[in-house]
């Protein structure tokens, strides 16, 4: 056996001479490996980001949070005994200007500790503790809404004050979670005077505690939560201090990796079909080596350094732009994202899509490099009519130990194994289907009649004739048709989203903290601005849910999956009937005039989730107050109708004990709109109006973004199929020039040889367009539903014109791969048989 470094010089010299072949496998990994790498380090990028400034966007080294109160002075004495402690208190209000707008705005009050870490940073300079007494700071959005300025006078509740500077970068913004206003902060002592905190009033207060070094912070928090088991707080540390976020990405990128995956594997059908058009190229070098003394595995290493040497620097060239790729996207996108990705080289998503695209690699040339080994020197010359022989049984196995390191690697990297698994199998379904018709294309077109008409004749041979490449452009088209289908579907099923999420009649207005003594005014002042307004009132109240079916909360290891709603505190209400908006599924409603023990009626799929029964018993900590209920009865609820929605609603009489307030949902003329949003302010200046066109708009932004970013992962996708049908027809290139040749001789046209490569074309682009369509809305409808949980509405006449598209485009492919066929001179292509 030759040694390596002789294999390497002769691989080295041919692959100089002749590189082109190799191009398609390069471009197809190239493609995948830098899509898997830009998507796994943008994610690495913000999650490593959270962890990093975990202290500066919690606060705190851990945090408390309690609705609805404020902490005892217990309770405060812990905290300052942990370490230093800091308060703040978190609330919605109305922004008024004297004598114009006033706007919802997202107000918090802060002591003379914040920040415990970063930086507050007004557009002035820095700043320490809170506004001086009578001031505020206001963000920039609510500045530029209601024309405010450093000096102007803005009233929140019943004080006035003056506006002490706009904030530039709030360091505990995102930790704050999900808001509906711009921020205005206040000092903690100047609270009292706005006069928005009365009994029942919606507030939070979080008290962060910055800890000395060596501190853990989670055994802080079960130490404290231990102290006082009944005080109803929720507990965070700094190794999370964003946790709706971190989910929401971590989610979002593992489902793009996998897409990612998919385009991976589509673009290894094109490396298959470049290899095996390469060594087609190749076989007069292949039968020289072999007559000059070359056994199989010298010829097989030889050719096989050149593909890894490709395949290397293809991935090389994928893992440098897979890396740069978050500073690119924050460059151009970084508004979009939660936080800004730093600089950085993150060495396990680079790794990984350098595994992938190594075994998808190995998956697809080997096949063909192995049975040009096997093949006698005699054999090669001839290959083009005999072509390749089939793979020996070790290349099977080495295919199969590579595939399945592919999905252990796609299982194993995953944040939820089985979906990942789903995915991967949902894949390998598809190839497999797609693999199958290609055969049955194949047998279908030799058992037909043949057609008199010799154009029909011809096209219809191409299809089955010995050395067709029907089989792999079967699998190229396939898959191209099927992502343009699954993406049409997708993206028109998100806009349709969009759209139903506001209903017809939406509500104007949503109120909250209307005083429970204040009600009939609020009627009253609603129908003086529309005396056909429609208005929904009930109770509200804060609690987080302790205990449910015998299991305590603050007890379990790990919360249940999707189990979202025992994180944190959860709206409450109390009715004496069912609720608008909900259907009831189980158990039986209470009496309109029911005075029993407490009753609860939960939401059907958080019922299921949490696998609870009719008759188990649920606990709500309200105000420091564990109240436990009877689960009476399960419903669905329609949560797209902006009604007012509630997980769970318990019996009358309840809560009644509890400080609590009202909310409504108010739908008047857009007149009237305008009205109240001046009147109402005034009348209730607890009261917060939140306008629903507000929500719609960030609503709109998010599923919008999401539809973006699915787009430009399944457009590497779609490039990818592209790549891959070019390479199958590149594959057969060197049949179809002596195809061409032959039938010259025989006196056909150009304009009859490429009809006859035109109705071929048009035979398989119209097949795959019927299957692709079910396949790809199949595969649509379980990303629509199951992974985002939206309604499936594809629109029609967009997905048909994609599909349209989409066989127009491979159609025009397929004759542009035919079009340089037509100018092979017959003498050279017959002097080299």
Not at 13 to 21: Q, S, T
């Amino acid at each position: 056996m030759l040694p390596l470094a002789t294999l390497w010089r002769i691989a080295r010299r041919d692959l100089a001479a002749r590189i082109r072949g190799l191009r398609l496998l390069a471009v197809c990994l190239f493609l995948g490996v830098a899509t898997l790498a830009a998507i796994g380090s943008l994610t690495r990028g913000i999650t490593s980001e959270l962890e990093t400034r975990g202290q500066t966007i919690l606060g705190g080294d851990v945090e408390f949070e309690l609705p609805q109160r404020e902490a005892t002075p217990a309770e405060m004495a812990a905290f300052r005994r942990a370490g230093t402690a800091s308060a703040t208190v978190r609330m919605r209000a109305m922004a008024a200007v004297p004598g114009g707008d006033a706007l919802l705005a997202e107000l918090k009050a802060v002591d003379a500790a914040y920040p415990l870490y970063g930086t507050m940073r007004l557009e002035s300079g820095t700043r320490r503790g809170p506004p001086p007494p009578g001031r505020v700071w206001i963000g920039a959005d609510l500045a530029s809404r209601l024309a405010l300025k450093v000096g102007s006078r803005v009233k929140f509740g019943e004080k006035m004050f003056v506006v002490d500077g706009i904030i530039a970068d709030e360091p505990d913004r995102l930790g704050e979670g999900f808001t509906l206003g711009p921020v205005a902060i206040i000092g903690l002592g100047d609270l009292p005077a706005t006069e928005l905190i009365q009994p029942g009033s919606l507030y939070e207060s979080k008290y962060r505690i910055r800890l000395p070094g060596g501190a853990d912070p989670a055994a802080v928090g079960k130490r404290l939560s231990a102290e006082f088991p009944d005080a109803g707080w929720d507990v965070n540390d700094r190794s999370n201090g964003a946790p709706g976020t971190r989910r929401f990405i971590e989610r979002m990128g593992q489902f793009l990796a996998l897409v990612g995956l998919a385009a991976l594997v589509i673009a290894g059908i094109g490396v298959g079909n470049g290899v095996a058009s390469y060594l087609a190229g190749k076989r007069p070098g292949l039968a020289t080596l072999k007559i000059l003394g070359a056994d199989s595995a010298t010829v097989m290493r030889i050719y096989a350094l050149q593909i890894l040497a490709v395949a290397a620097a293809a991935i090389v060239a994928g893992l440098a732009v897979g890396a740069f790729a978050p500073s690119i996207i924050t460059a151009i996108a970084g508004d979009v994202l939660p936080v800004k990705p730093g600089v950085a080289v993150y060495p396990l998503p680079l790794a990984v899509s350098a595994a992938y695209g190594l075994l998808i690699a190995i998956v697809f040339a080997l096949p063909p490099l192995a049975a040009a080994r096997q093949v006698p020197a005699a054999g090669l010359f001839r290959a083009t009519v005999d072509g390749m022989a089939r793979p020996e049984r070790r290349t099977v196995v080495a295919v199969g130990v590579a595939l399945a390191a592919i999905v252990a690697l796609a299982v194993g990297t995953a944040r939820e194994p089985l979906f990942a698994l789903g995915f991967v199998g949902a894949a390998a379904g598809l190839l497999i289907i797609l693999v199958g018709l290609g055969w049955l294309v194949r047998r279908i077109a030799s058992r037909l009649p043949r057609p008199k008409r010799p154009l029909l004749r011809l096209a219809l041979a191409n299809l089955h004739r010995p050395g067709a490449a029907t089989g792999a452009l079967v699998v190229a088209l396939g898959l191209g048709l099927t992502l343009f289908v699954t993406l049409a579907a997708v993206q028109t099923s998100i806009t349709a989203e969009i759209a139903r999420t506001v209903p017809q009649r939406a509500p104007s207005f949503f109120i909250l903290d209307i005083p429970r003594d204040g009600a009939a005014q609020f009627r009253a002042l609603v129908a003086q601005a529309d005396a056909k307004a429609e208005v929904n009132m009930i109770p509200a109240l804060r609690g987080s849910i302790t205990e449910f079916g015998g299991q305590r909360v603050d007890q379990l290891e790990t919360l249940p999956e999707g189990a979202w709603v025992l994180r944190g505190d959860r709206g409450l209400t109390y009715s004496p009937d069912l609720p608008k908006g909900s259907t009831l599924v189980g158990g039986a409603w209470w009496p309109a005039d029911y005075k029993g023990p407490p009753l609860v009626s939960v939401e059907r799929d958080v019922a299921q989730t949490l696998g609870l029964r009719i008759g188990d018993t649920l606990t709500v900590n309200v105000l420091g107050v564990e109240v436990q209920a009877k689960i009476a009865s399960f419903r669905t609820v329609e949560w797209d109708n902006f009604g007012l929605n509630y997980v769970l609603v318990f019996s009358p009489g309840t809560f009644a004990a509890a400080p609590h307030n009202m909310v409504a949902t108010v739908a008047v003329t857009p007149a009237a709109e305008a009205e109240l949003a001046r009147s109402l302010p005034r009348a209730f200046p607890s009261a917060s109006l939140i306008q629903v066109r507000d929500v719609v708009s960030q609503v709109t932004t998010l599923l919008t973004q999401m539809s973006q970013a699915i787009a430009a992962a399944a457009s590497i996708a779609i490039l990818a199929g592209i790549a891959v049908l070019i390479g199958a027809i590149a594959a057969s290139r060197e049949r179809r020039v002596y195809d061409s040749v032959i039938l010259k001789l025989l006196g056909a046209t150009r304009g009859q040889i490429l009809g006859a490569q035109g109705v071929e074309y048009g035979i398989l682009a119209t097949v795959l367009a019927i299957l692709s369509l079910g396949l790809g809305l199949a595969a649509a409808w379980y990303v629509v539903t199951q992974i985002f949980d939206f309604t499936f509405a594809p629109d029609p006449l967009i997905v048909g014109l994609t599909l349209l598209g989409g066989a127009g485009l491979s159609f025009l492919i397929g004759i542009a791969g035919s079009w340089p066929l037509l100018s092979a001179r017959p003498a050279r292509a017959l002097r080299s048989l």
